[in-house]
């Protein structure tokens, strides 16, 4: 651990009628591995785009690798922050490969007018073979399966070397196999290459293991935080959830074998 | 065959319009087709023509018109276009049958004779004056240097412009470059194939080319080897039979986006596999 990188004070954001953030109010050291949890609509996904400025603020601060973020200095922050977004359907006949892909990685880094030399092959290379995605290197982009995409999104965030590694849900709607093996996946990149990670799910199950910390969020508001084993009861997740989590379980034992 | 007609000064320029046209077009087109905005290339092209019959019947420069309409046009879709997500495509009809709707009323408030106002609805790339075609030069040369300067930053930009936003590219302003462009490419080629008809010479050229390579920098070169083949094709052949050139350019590019179809390797889902062509 070490000093803080990400500090948000107060944040208010809204989308037309909506509030998504309602006043959160984060701090984030070097190097510690937060999971951000909490149902859909919490205002997750947005408290990632203030951390990396795509999203606008009504009111509040934020400042991130040491630097008080305004509306102007975005583009020369997000090169040094890397943002897995929510997986999205590409276009199966998108003529591009998974190399060209994870290059894109690297653009903001090499600026307008520069183009990728052989270094930056190297680096995403490199990134391919951390992610296992090797083989598929010269695959179209639109041939890979959920898994493969997410893994790719995962090499481009890298290839970028980013300080700041932020997730957002990268194992939805992946078979319970494709997501164990992201999961270690980013647990290993977290630790190797020393980065400060934000990972966001609204799936408990999807929570590493690894977190130093949780961060329980509902309607716009952080409803609690601190290290997972003390956090992550049974009334808590109750209340996140508004369900008893005994209930939860209970359900999804049900679904699973039929009984009940 | 009589071949004398090519020393003719109008054939040699609409040869030459067909030629620049394509290439601004059909460069275009990739974007329009690889960013799934088909239908806001179709509303500036009708916003273009409204635009273009607005200085017909006032009395200013028609192109001015056009240019200034299809980027007001854009000016709107923009941020329908931005916004993501939603799609937009209801709010693009409403301006698409708006501009046809406004089109038509200038044509019918215009005194006299309509044939200046018919021709920009079909084109004539027979009549191409000198001018015509130093503007059609412009735009071309601007339009493919630019995709040659900030390919990496176009490249990330249609592939995904949330992405492109969060390395740190300008996406947005790409974004709006692009629409920018297209604005200009139709302005300039309005004369030569016409309101109704230009929209197939940006979307057909590119739609051919992306049924048959996985490589964007091969799409670019396809659609715009596409797109002076139409035009050649289509003048030709608008020459032999004395027909229309405007729709003969389409009906031509429509037949090399059927050949592109029938023959793409894309679709043979599992074929590229055995096969892998056209990588890089």
Redesign the interface.
């Known amino acids: 651990m070490g000093a803080t990188i990400i500090n948000i004070e107060d944040a208010v954001v809204s989308y037309r009628e909506d509030i998504a953030l309602r006043g959160v109010s984060l701090k984030v050291e070097s190097g510690e591995f937060v999971g951000i949890i909490g149902p859909n609509g919490a205002g997750k996904t947005t408290l990632l785009t203030i951390v990396n400025g795509l999203g606008k603020l009504l009111s509040g601060r934020v400042w991130v690798l040491g630097d008080y973020l305004t509306p102007s200095n975005g583009h020369s922050l997000r090169k040094k922050v890397g943002y897995v977004p929510q997986v999205e359907n590409i276009d199966p006949r998108m003529p591009m490969n998974v190399r060209e892909v994870v290059m894109i990685g690297r653009y903001g880094l090499l600026g307008l007018l520069r183009r990728p030399g052989k270094h930056d092959w190297e680096i995403v290379d490199e990134m391919l073979k951390l992610v296992g995605m090797t083989h598929l290197a010269r695959r179209p982009i639109g041939h890979l399966s959920g898994g493969e995409q997410q893994r790719v999104a995962i090499a481009r965030c890298l290839a970028q070397e980013p300080e700041l590694f932020l997730l957002d849900e990268p194992t939805a709607s992946l078979d319970w196999k494709a997501q164990t093996e992201i999961l270690e996946l980013v647990k290993r990149i977290h630790d190797s290459r020393h980065l400060t990670t934000l990972f966001v799910t609204h799936d408990l199950g999807a929570l590493p293991v690894a977190c130093d910390r949780v961060v329980l969020m509902k309607e716009g508001l952080i409803k609690a935080e601190g290290p997972p084993d003390k956090l992550l009861t049974d009334d808590n997740l109750s209340q996140l959830y508004d369900m008893p989590i005994s209930a939860v379980e209970k359900r999804r034992r049900e679904v699973i074998l039929g009984q009940g | 065959m009589d071949l004398s007609i090519f020393g003719y000064q109008f054939m040699q320029n609409a040869i030459l319009s067909a030629f620049l046209g394509g290439i601004a077009c059909a460069t275009i087109g990739v974007f329009v087709v690889?960013m799934?905005m088909p239908f806001i290339g179709v509303c500036m092209a009708h916003a273009a023509f409204a635009g273009a019959l607005l200085g017909l019947w006032l009395g200013f420069n028609p192109l001015v018109g056009a240019f200034t309409f299809s980027l007001l046009s854009a000016a709107i879709i923009g941020p329908l276009a931005d916004r993501g997500q939603l799609s937009p495509e209801t709010s693009l009809g409403v301006i698409f049958s708006l501009m046809l709707g406004i089109a038509f009323l200038f044509m019918g408030l215009m005194p006299g004779t309509k044939s200046g106002a018919l021709e920009l609805l079909w084109g004539s790339i027979l009549t191409n004056t000198r001018s015509d075609i130093i503007l059609l030069a412009v735009v071309a040369v601007v339009v493919v240097g630019l995709v040659f300067?900030?390919?990496?930053?176009i490249?990330?930009t249609i592939?995904?412009r949330?992405?492109?936003?969060?390395?740190?590219?300008?996406a947005t302003l790409i974004l709006y470059g692009i629409l920018f462009l297209t604005g200009a490419t139709i302005t300039a080629s309005l004369r030569s194939i016409g309101g109704l008809l230009i929209f197939s010479l940006i979307l057909n050229p590119a739609a051919a080319a992306?049924?048959l390579?996985?490589?964007?920098k091969?799409?670019f070169l396809l659609s715009a080897g596409f797109g002076v083949l139409s035009g050649w094709t289509g003048l030709l052949i608008s020459y032999l039979f004395n027909i229309p050139s405007g729709a003969t350019i389409v009906v031509t590019s429509s037949v090399i986006f059927m050949i592109a179809a029938i023959f793409s390797p894309?679709r043979r889902v599992k074929g590229?596999q055995k096969k892998?062509l056209l990588?890089?």
């Not at chain 2, 300067?149 to 930053?153: D, T």
């Not at chain 2, 390579?213 to 964007?216: D, F, H, L, R, V």
Request: charged letters at 20%.
């Open positions: 690889l799934h300067i900030f390919y990496k930053e490249q990330a592939f995904h949330d992405m492109a936003l969060s390395v740190g590219l300008p992306y049924q390579t996985y490589s964007m091969r799409m894309k590229w892998p990588e890089e």
